[in-house]
């Protein structure tokens, strides 16, 4: 891991009242994923991760995309040996979103397409401005169309249907087709995208984080698991979560009518 990925142009980080923004900075290559840059929003994202500080994550673009996915220069003639830890290292970035405790919130200013769908969908909310595209344009290229964590995640929020012709087709979508199919769960006018993120980021950063953590870890677990499975890491994930001081002044707070002060313990 890098000793400061905030020192890196290329993917950004700024860590503000109790919020974590992690930016793609390549507006010149519409923030497409460089190997390298994989490497350093690994390292951002873990940076944010295991900052106490942070309680929610957003993930942003600069320039007219949000994510262009793969950078298309590096798609050069290698052997299959070489290709494998390649496309594998591409699903790091997915795996660090999901993993981490605390909510992430993808701000999707513009296009998220091909590695940059994959990013969004692995986020836990996904806001987009009016006039976006989304979608995974792998096969009009001779790919598999399930790349970058697409065939887990896109028939899971839109349904088999829907996700069998995007991923077949490769067709792009715009932001209010997204929000009418599920891909995103808000849609607004471009100027107001930093604010509706920042008043969800705000609301997420004021709630209690253990309860956000297991919340997030029971969601993530219902996808690969049985009914009676995920009812027992209820149980236990409630046990948990009912022992916490954040517990016991959430109900304080609605006792007393007052706003709650969550601390994280």
């Excluded at 497409?32 to 957003?58: C, E, K, M, Q, W």
């Excluded at 296009?111 to 792998?138: H, N, Q, T």
């Excluded at 006018?189 to 984080?209: E, Y």
Aim: hydrophobic share 45%; with cysteine; net charge negative.
């Amino acid at each position: 891991m890098n000793d400061d990925p905030t020192d890196n142009d290329d993917v950004l980080v700024d860590i503000a009242d109790g919020v974590g923004t992690v930016t793609l900075n390549r507006p010149d290559r519409l923030n497409t994923l460089a190997n390298p840059t994989v490497g350093l929003l690994v390292d951002a994202l873990d940076v944010v991760a295991a900052d106490d500080s942070v309680r929610v994550v957003v993930l942003a673009g600069n320039g007219r995309y949000f994510c262009a996915g793969a950078d298309q220069a590096e798609m050069v003639e290698r052997k299959p040996q070489e290709w494998e830890p390649i496309v594998r290292r591409y699903l790091d970035p997915v795996r660090a979103i999901v993993g981490m405790d605390k909510p992430v919130i993808a701000a999707l200013h513009g296009d998220a397409v091909g590695g940059g769908l994959g990013l969004a969908l692995a986020s836990d909310f996904r806001i987009a401005a009016r006039g976006i595209r989304l979608g995974a344009p792998f096969t009009p290229i001779g790919l598999a169309g399930c790349d970058m964590s697409a065939g887990w995640f896109l028939p899971r929020l839109v349904g088999l249907g829907r996700a069998t012709e995007l991923m077949f087709t490769g067709r792009l979508v715009d932001a209010d087709e997204a929000l009418d199919i599920g891909l995103v769960q808000q849609v607004v006018d471009a100027d107001g995208l930093s604010d509706a993120v920042a008043g969800l980021a705000a609301r997420l950063a004021d709630g209690p984080p253990i309860a956000h953590a297991w919340t997030k870890r029971a969601i993530h677990r219902s996808l690969g698991v049985d009914m009676d499975a995920e009812f027992e890491f209820e149980i236990f994930a409630q046990v948990q979560c009912i022992q916490t001081e954040d517990h016991h002044e959430g109900v304080l707070a609605f006792q007393e009518k007052r706003r709650p002060e969550f601390r994280g313990v």
